[in-house]
């Protein structure tokens, strides 16, 4: 069964830190670019970091410098790990491969103050 599983999402404090997971199965996870969306409570989903199969990254401008996606294609895993935290990035957290159409169901990521 192909599928993204994601992990890592909870309640932190303004400032703090996460580690996200994005875990795929049932493919070849090499071949394919991932993506991170988030959605905020009454928001569209908004891009915020991809990474293709070799591990070239790309950032949205409001978590650039505080943000970093990484893969570990041997754990077949993508992570985004998070820092500096902000209220606006309190969202549920998604990751998708585009190309085929894949998404998995998401981690709520609450920043608190």
């Known amino acids: 069964q192909v599928q993204l599983v994601e992990s890592g999402g909870g309640l932190v404090q303004l400032g703090g830190s996460l580690r996200l997971s994005c875990a795929a199965s049932g493919l070849i996870f090499s071949n394919y670019a991932v993506t991170w969306y988030r959605q905020a409570p009454g928001k569209q989903r908004e891009f915020v970091a991809d990474?293709?199969?070799?591990?070239?990254?790309n950032y949205a401008d409001s978590v650039k410098g505080r943000f970093t996606i990484s893969r570990d294609n041997a754990k077949n895993t993508v992570y985004l790990e998070m820092n500096s935290l902000k209220s606006e990035d309190t969202a549920v957290y998604y990751c998708?491969?585009?190309?085929?159409?894949?998404w998995g169901q998401g981690t709520q990521v609450t920043v608190s103050s």
């Open positions: 990474i293709t199969g070799v591990g070239s990254p």
């Open positions: 998708r491969i585009r190309s085929i159409g894949l």
